[in-house]
């Protein structure tokens, strides 16, 4: 099982509509989870970090579910803007490389008008 | 500056030829990260600095990659004898040191220096 698992899609989705994903990883003693978002030819950017309660920022909600080992993200009143690629990052202290951060390959979403 | 800052933007090389890669991290932190990004692929994690600790090397894809830090700040990676496979954007982060424990804290990307070898 890869260490970090997301359909990479593409979903495409009308205007409007709410749209959510799913990241898995196989780590359990993972401590820290991320969204990134990446656009084309573009660096990935911090879209919000993942917190065991679950967290809303504007139309975006992230949620943590430690039994089942995912992360989600919602995306409500979705715009043209969102389009781009997500890319769920966990963070635990493995003691393996890359300072025990992994990323998952990226949900790539079209937002169509 | 404020965000992490890497140079060249672009850059187009001979096969063969050595090219150097500069990253300046956010002022502050401590880890700085390397990179590489192939057209439609993911992430590929190359080499990873934590202050005055030894390197983690173990994403280097061949021995003609190298990196190093400078006074803790200023990193180079530097490609020997560049293969048209070398060919993708190479990203560089930076983080606040990390501790077990701690939430929320993640790494930043500069924007990146594509490198085209021809």
């Known amino acids: 099982r890869k260490e970090v698992e997301q359909d990479p899609g593409p979903f495409n989705v009308p205007e409007g509509a709410t749209v959510a994903f799913n990241c898995t990883y196989s780590?359990?003693?993972?401590?820290?989870f991320f969204w990134y978002r990446q656009d084309c030819r573009k660096e990935p950017k911090l879209l919000m970090s993942v917190y065991s309660s679950g967290n809303e920022d504007g139309r975006f909600t992230a949620q943590l579910n430690r039994a089942s080992q995912y992360i989600s993200l919602l995306i409500r009143d979705s715009k043209l803007s969102d389009s781009a690629t997500y890319l769920c990052v966990v963070r635990g202290y493995s003691g393996g490389g890359a300072d025990g951060l992994t990323f998952g390959k990226g949900t790539h979403l079209i937002i169509q008008p | 500056g404020a965000g992490v800052s890497q140079s060249p933007s672009n850059k187009v090389t001979e096969k063969g030829k050595d090219v150097e890669l500069r990253c300046d991290p956010i002022s502050g932190h401590t880890a700085l990260y390397w990179y590489r990004q192939s057209l439609g692929q993911g992430l590929e994690f190359l080499i990873y600095f934590q202050g005055n600790s030894a390197p983690d090397k173990s994403g280097l894809p061949s021995d003609r990659f190298s990196a190093e830090r400078t006074g803790g700040s200023v990193s180079t990676l530097t490609i020997q004898r560049t293969q048209q496979e070398d060919s993708a954007v190479y990203l560089c982060a930076s983080s606040p040191r990390w501790r077990q424990g701690m939430a929320g804290n993640t790494i930043y990307f500069g924007e990146g220096s594509w490198l085209t070898v021809v």
């Open positions: 780590n359990s003693a993972s401590q820290s």
